[in-house]
């Protein structure tokens, strides 16, 4: 419950897991340290998921929660990609969003600041209306920001789709990148999700400061060039890595399994693989992975879904309808028993990170997955999948040098013999210990830019200041 001079921050992520576990982690670093109040604000099209119940039910009762209304998308079809359903729900929740402000301001509650998520800038049209102060928390990384912030302008000067491109494009302090590498959300300009992202991205010179979940050890150029001051650029905060570190994790149901197993391995021993969590392979690919980690005899963890035609299919709810372990190669269980452990749609990633037996993270390079990895020093498999994955596997392997990338053959199929190349050149070979060595010098950067005196911790510290301010004149204002 907000009281009266704390400042009161709402904040609202869009659908998903991967958007709402930062947003949760931000919000409890505005309540632990800072005094703040936190109101967050779920949007959604349907009732919320298993996974996404379970991190709602793990907060602190300092920060309150608000269900809005589904959105509907009875007229979206189907075929829809996860990006526009996911914008259009965020569009469409502003009404409930209206009404929840009007009674907050009734009650004289109204927050000073709405931090929205990068899909829902179209929110900040009920901030303004009712004087609260719109941010942008950007849950991924500084070069995929630079890209958005440079789409109107790459809109207006290029005609053709991006992926046809001769050239790489150059975004200052970023890693050159051709146009087939963008993240795919942009790939199809006729695209609804294409169109709406545009249309967020023009959003953002509205906001008065973008939070990036990056850190300046991380991206070094592409902070400092987000920093120079420009026209119709809001001020830039690094706050990362803001990762979930709690032991007391959500979802525990596979949690002591994939713990106690762990404690039974030799320390540095043990490859985990996950696409995070809503990541899923075709049929084809997800035995071919099989068959490789048998083959590489390895010891793994790889938490497994029913395979799907569409890589995303399990955005919205992690949780496999079908069981995935009929989809196993025949033989395979028995084949690994003593080295590898599946596990049914979601572990309790954080902890496994954290374990020492844990030695290597085969990611689908989803942004936190990538964070929570650095946080823990361990070393990386690039295997992006959708989304702005296939940027984020660019920065870490050719820029930073913290990951490998696995390659896909001209079918599109990562074949057994490559993943038994990546996973023992990872694991055993002179290339995995150079990748080991880099992630062992950011896991210290991450100490040194979270310590009291670092990079992130003053940009965090000047954002709240801000804030803090803020409120003090709404209070003034209020009590004339
Ligand atoms: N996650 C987890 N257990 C799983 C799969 C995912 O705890 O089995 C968490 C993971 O720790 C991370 C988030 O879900 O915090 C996934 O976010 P990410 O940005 O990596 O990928 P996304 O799910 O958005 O594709």
Known sequence: MAKANTPHIAIIPSPGMGHLIPFVELAKRLVEHDCFTVTLIISSESSPSKAQRSVLNSLPSSIASVFLPPADLSDVPSTARIETRVMLTMTRSNPALRELFGSLSTKKRLPAVLVVDMFGTDAFDVAVDFHVSPYIF????????????HLPKLDETVSCEFRYLTEP???????????KDFLETVQDRNDDAYKLLLHNTKRYKEAKGILV????????????????????????????????????????????????????????????????????????????????????????????????????????????QTDPFSFLPIGFLDRTKEKGLVVRSWAPQVQILAHPSTCGFLTHCGWNS??????????????????????????????????????????????????????????????????????????????????????????????????????????QETSH
Not at 169 to 179: A, K, N, S
Not at 415 to 422: A, D, G, S
């Open 138 to 149: 950007y849950a991924s990384n500084a070069n995929v920001l630079s890209l958005f912030l």
């Open 169 to 179: 494009v150059e975004i200052p302090g970023c890693v050159p990148i051709t146009g």
């Open 213 to 320: 979940n990056s850190f300046v050890d991380l991206e070094p150029n592409a902070i400092k060039a987000l920093q120079e001051p420009a026209p119709d650029k809001p001020p830039v905060y690094p706050i990362g890595p803001l990762v979930n570190t709690s032991s007391s994790d959500v979802n525990v149901e596979n949690k002591s399994e994939c713990l106690d197993w762990l404690d039974n391995q030799p320390f540095g021993s043990v490859l985990y693989i996950s696409f995070g969590s809503g990541g899923t392979l075709t049929f084809e690919q997800f035995n071919e992975l099989a068959l490789g980690l048998a083959e590489s005899e390895k010891r793994f963890i790889w938490v497994i879904r029913s395979p799907s035609g569409v890589a995303s299919s399990s955005y919205f709810n992690p949780h496999s």
């Open 370 to 475: 990538t964070l929570e990895s650095i946080v823990n020093g361990v070393p990386l498999i690039a295997w992006p999948l959708f989304a702005e994955q296939k940027m984020n596997a660019l920065l870490l392997v050719e820029d930073v040098g913290a990951a490998l990338r696995i390659h896909a053959g001209g079918d599109g199929i990562v074949r057994r013999e490559e993943v038994v190349r990546v996973v023992k050149g990872l694991m055993e070979g002179e290339e995995g210990k150079a990748i080991g060595n880099k992630m062992k010098e950011l896991k210290q950067g991450v100490v040194r830019v979270l310590g009291d005196d670092g990079f992130s911790t003053k940009s965090f510290s000047e954002l709240l200041l801000k804030w803090k301010d803020h409120q003090r004149e709404i209070n």
